[in-house]
């Protein structure tokens, strides 16, 4: 069963719409929480590549980079799910998980399946809504992982095309 169907949603997947980098966030989050979600890349095994800067280096603590200076580069978490869909994690600041994906990879019902069931896995484990936004308009989800009906919903009308 599908949490979403394609021809529902595309609209939202259009990035002459939405931008091609739509922005992913997971709300009133702590360290323990960011850490819960490296634990997660590492249990299921996806592929993943840390970096700071141009140096790739193994995957730390969650406390470690997000103690680390306030002039220091922002790290980011490169995850893959799947070999064509690619997450990139930035760790701004604790209280958010924020992250992008690229639209243009996630077109037809088979990617939007692999898109929804990365959102629930993090939001299962974490509990916590798990939620879409155009590019550059936070606060405005389209979609997103709602922990009380344990899959992606709709948050916004789709547009018509």
Do not use: N
């Amino acid at each position: 069963m599908h949490d979403l169907l394609w021809d529902d949603v595309k609209c939202f997947f259009d990035p002459d719409l939405m931008g091609s980098l739509p922005d992913v966030r997971v709300p009133d989050c702590s360290v323990a929480d960011w850490q819960t979600l490296l634990d997660l890349v590492e249990a299921k095994g996806w592929t993943r590549r840390y970096s700071e800067g141009e140096t790739v280096l193994p995957v730390p603590r969650a406390e470690s980079v997000l103690s680390r200076a306030v002039d220091a580069e922002c790290p980011e978490l490169r995850v893959w799910p799947t070999a064509d869909v690619l997450a990139i994690f930035r760790f701004y600041h604790d209280e958010v998980i924020d992250f992008d994906v690229d639209l243009r990879e996630l077109q037809g019902q088979e990617r939007l399946d692999v898109f929804c069931g990365f959102l629930r896995e993090i939001g299962r484990l974490l509990g916590k809504p798990v939620l879409m936004d155009p590019e550059g308009d936070h606060g405005h989800p389209v979609l997103g992982f709602d922990p009380e009906a344990d899959r992606v919903v709709l948050l916004a009308e789709p547009l018509i095309m």
